[in-house]
């Protein structure tokens, strides 16, 4: 019974997470189409203390850079700004898995097994970088790892200590063309 509830509960807070991600897009993506001001976007803007995504798309409208010749940003500091912002819009819409993070989640495994050759200890930390290089919380990278263990890509061999291998499947991705292979058939 209390295991039922408690998965009813991350359902639910799954369920609301996904909402507050993409009324924050929509009102992020309504603010640089002109529909609505900057006040209406911080008034309407969902809670984002637990929503680590959430949260940098706020900072980073809060702390958009101005443009112009004395005391601005060039043209293409702010084009840049501007495609990064979209590019984060897009991924808290659609929800999907995204290459450039399970790119890094490779190269830090094979890093850390020594290009597969040994043990890969560490999963907590190496979550942990993985997470910072992009952009993502632990758990969004906690969802590429299952991925890879649910495709046989990487096992756990023991948990005490707690140690990952790759398997001969996993051993054989070696290229970044690959790993956008494994995206697609993934999603």
């Known amino acids: ?38 006040c209406n976007l911080f008034d309407n803007f969902p809670n984002f203390e637990n929503d680590y995504k959430i949260r940098a798309l706020f900072y980073r409208i809060e702390n958009k850079p101005k443009t112009g010749w004395l005391f601005g940003v060039s043209k293409s500091k702010y084009k840049k700004f501007l495609d990064e912002t979209y590019n984060m819009i897009e991924e808290l819409e659609s929800d999907q898995l995204r290459s450039k993070t399970m790119k ?25 970088e993985v997470s910072k290089m992009t ?9 590429y790892l299952n991925l890879l263990m649910e495709k046989s890509y990487i096992e756990n061999i023991s948990t005490e200590p707690l140690l990952y291998q790759f398997t001969l499947k996993g051993k054989n991705i070696k290229t970044d063309s690959e790993i956008e292979e494994l995206i697609k058939n993934a999603t």
């Open 1 to 38: 019974m209390l295991i039922a509830y408690i998965s009813s509960r991350l359902f639910m807070t799954d369920y609301i997470n996904k909402e507050d991600r993409q009324l924050a897009a929509s009102l992020v993506r309504k603010y640089f189409n002109g529909e609505i001001s900057i």
């Open 135 to 143: 952009n993502n919380s632990k758990k969004e990278v906690v969802r």
């Open 104 to 128: 890094s989640l490779f190269e830090m495994l094979w890093l850390q097994s020594n290009n597969c050759t040994e043990q890969i200890q560490n999963m907590g930390n190496l979550i942990f």
